[in-house]
């Protein structure tokens, strides 16, 4: 998924390999059918599903930062 490869260079600043993005577009797909579930349309759905992954790449280990 573009929006899911646009995210992962944006963040990561390097392409991910293949097993990182299709890890990312599942968690993706995963979010976006939970969102359905709760009745959300579906471009929102999506939407929230990508904000998701931004934040479980912010929080992974590439971004901490120990002194």
């Known amino acids: 998924e573009r929006a899911v490869d646009r995210l992962l260079v944006a963040t990561l600043a390097r392409s991910a390999d293949r097993t990182r993005n299709r890890q ?3 968690f993706v797909n995963a979010r976006v059918d939970v969102y ?3 009745e959300v349309a579906e471009d929102e759905a999506r939407a929230r599903a990508v904000a998701d992954l931004a934040h479980v790449l912010f ?3 590439e971004f901490v930062y120990v002194e």
Do not use: G, K, R, V
Request: aromatic share 0%; net charge negative.
């Open 36 to 38: 359905l579930d709760d």
């Open 59 to 61: 929080n992974s280990n």
């Open 24 to 26: 990312a577009c599942d």
